[in-house]
């Protein structure tokens, strides 16, 4: 199994982007799929998660990020909104075979490799 995450970059304050995470070797229709990051110094933070229900989102990105996911693609986005310079991370996917949502890092199996986003002030 591996996951991919993709899109991160450079960007302003203010700024937006798109981050992806496809997943191959099996399918994760149905199960958690979620955010993470971490940033330099820092413990690795929830960022979000989508299951069959609601989405759950850490409340630093709450009403500026939201994530989605694509079945069909095997892939879940979490589109980045309003970005401020303490959004600077490492991101990563992450993924669980249950339905139920955990906020926390160890609770997940699967894991990509990360995309950084810098957001410069």
């Known amino acids: 199994v591996q996951l991919q995450a993709s899109g991160g970059g450079l960007v302003q304050a203010g700024g937006s982007l798109r981050l992806s995470c496809a997943a191959s070797?099996?399918?994760?229709?149905?199960?958690?799929m979620g955010w993470f990051r971490q940033a330099l110094g820092k413990e690795r933070e929830f960022v979000a998660a989508?299951?069959?229900?609601?989405?759950v989102y850490g409340d630093s990105v709450k009403g500026r990020f939201t994530i989605s996911r694509d079945n069909d693609k095997n892939t879940v986005y979490l589109q980045v909104d309003s970005l401020k310079p303490e959004d600077t991370a490492v991101y990563y996917c992450?993924?669980?075979?249950?339905?139920?949502?955990?906020?926390?890092?160890?609770?997940?199996?699967?894991w990509g490799p990360g995309t950084q986003v810098t957001v410069s002030s």
């Open positions: 992450a993924a669980r075979l249950t339905t139920v949502i955990n906020r926390s890092a160890s609770q997940y199996r699967y």
């Open positions: 070797g099996r399918t994760f229709s149905g199960y958690v």
């Open positions: 989508i299951s069959i229900g609601s989405p």
